[in-house]
C-alpha cells in the first residue's frame, strides 16, 4: 500500500516520503480500516521535526485522524463487520490503510461525509471539553475566539452558538471572517492585526468577554487580558503563534480571571468516565445533525505537501484533508 512515512524528523518535512510499505495486519482487538479521509493537524506537522508532545518512534505512518471503511477485524473485535463506515483517532491515518484499536473508532454517523468525520473528534472534542468540563460555560455570555477560521477555532464557533453563548470570531483574515459570518452568523466577528480589545469592550457594553478560547498564545494572549471580564475565563488551547506568553499576576488578581489550560486527550485519561461522556455529546450533536463541521479542501496522498503547507501557512477555513483513494 502507499503511505507517507516520517522515515526521519526533520524541518521542512524533509524526512517525509510516500512509498509502498506492507499492508498492516490487525492484532487482538485491532481493525484495519480503507482510509478514505486524513485530517491534517498541526500535531501532524509538529511531529514530522519531533516537536510534539507525543514522540512516535521513526519511521512511522503520519495521521492521527482518519475516516474510512472496516475491511479486515483482529481477534476479540466486536460490534463491527467489514464494510462498515467508521472513524475516529488513531494512528497511520495518512495511507490506503490503517491499523487502529477497536476502542477508538466508531460508526460514521450519516449526517457526515468521510472527510468531515476525519477532521471531526479532535477539534469538537477540544472544544467541548473546554468549554463544558473547564469553563462552565452559560447561555448567554459572551465568547471572543481567537483563530476562529482554524479546525479547533471554528468547532469552538459552531459549538459555542449550540450551547446558547453570544460569540466574537476573531482571525487575522478579512476574508475569513466573512466566511465565517456567511456561514456560521455568529454575534460579531473582528480582525485582530489592529488590537482587538476595545471592540470586544464595546460589544460587550464594556465588560469585556466572559470566556476567552486562545489556540494562538503570544500578543493576542497578552492583548485578550485587557479585555476579559472580572471573573472571566481564559482557555489555553495551544500556541500557534510560536510565542508562550507570561501571565503578569498582578493582572489576573486586580480582574479576578482564570487561565485554564485545555487538553481534551489528558483530560479523558484523568477522568475516565467523562471523558466518555465527552466523546458520546460531540458525537450526538453530530448524529442529530446539529454542528457543521466545515472541511476547506481535500488532497490526495500524492499531493500532502500543499496540504501540510496550506494549514502551516494560516490558509485554512476549517480542516484539510488528505484523501488516499483520490
Known amino acids: 500500500m502507499r503511505a507517507l512515512v516520517v522515515e526521519r524528523l526533520a524541518p521542512d518535512y524533509a524526512g517525509c516520503v510516500v512509498k509502498d510499505v506492507p499492508t498492516p495486519e490487525p492484532g487482538p482487538g485491532e481493525v484495519r480500516i480503507e482510509v478514505r479521509a ?19 518512534a521513526v519511521p512511522f505512518v503520519a495521521g492521527m485522524e482518519l475516516a474510512g471503511q472496516v475491511d479486515a477485524l483482529g481477534d476479540g473485535v466486536t460490534g463491527f463487520k467489514p464494510g462498515d463506515p467508521v472513524c475516529g483517532g488513531g494512528r497511520g491515518g495518512m495511507a490506503q490503510y490503517a491499523v487502529v484499536p477497536a476502542a477508538g473508532l466508531r460508526r460514521k454517523p450519516d449526517t457526515l461525509t468521510f472527510s468531515q468525520a476525519a477532521g471531526y473528534p479532535v ?39 449550540i450551547m446558547g453563548a453570544k460569540v466574537i ?35 460587550t457594553g464594556g465588560r469585556g468577554a466572559d470566556v476567552i478560547y486562545d489556540p494562538v498564545g503570544g500578543d493576542v494572549f497578552d492583548e485578550s487580558l485587557r479585555c476579559i471580564a472580572f471573573g472571566g475565563r481564559i482557555l489555553s488551547i495551544g500556541f500557534t503563534s510560536g510565542r508562550l506568553p507570561v501571565l503578569p499576576v498582578n493582572i489576573a488578581l486586580i480582574k479576578g480571571f482564570s487561565v485554564i489550560g485545555v487538553r481534551a486527550g489528558e483530560y479523558g485519561r484523568q477522568f475516565p468516565e467523562r471523558g466518555r461522556e465527552n466523546h458520546e455529546a460531540i458525537w450526538k450533536l453530530a448524529e442529530d445533525g446539529k454542528v457543521k463541521p466545515r472541511v476547506d479542501a481535500e488532497y490526495p496522498l500524492s499531493d500532502w505537501r500543499t496540504a501540510f503547507d496550506s494549514l502551516a501557512d494560516r490558509k485554512v477555513i476549517g480542516k484539510t484533508i488528505v484523501r488516499p483513494d483520490l
Not at 473546554?130 to 459549538?159: N, S, Y
Not at 470570531?169 to 466566511?179: F, N, P, Q, R, V
Open 38 to 56: 486524513a485530517a491534517v493537524n498541526f500535531p501532524d506537522l509538529m511531529q514530522t521535526r519531533g516537536e510534539h508532545q507525543h514522540k512516535p
Open 123 to 161: 477539534a469538537y472534542l477540544t472544544a467541548y471539553v473546554a468549554f463544558e468540563r473547564c469553563a462552565r460555560l452559560q447561555p448567554g455570555e459572551w465568547v471572543l475566539i481567537h483563530g476562529a477560521a482554524g479546525g479547533v477555532g471554528l468547532a469552538a464557533v459552531d459549538l459555542a452558538q
Open 169 to 203: 470570531a476573531a482571525s487575522a483574515s478579512d476574508h475569513k471572517l466573512e466566511i465565517i459570518a456567511r456561514e456560521y452568523a455568529p454575534e460579531a466577528t473582528v480582525n485582530v492585526t489592529q488590537g482587538f480589545r476595545e471592540r470586544v469592550k464595546e460589544l
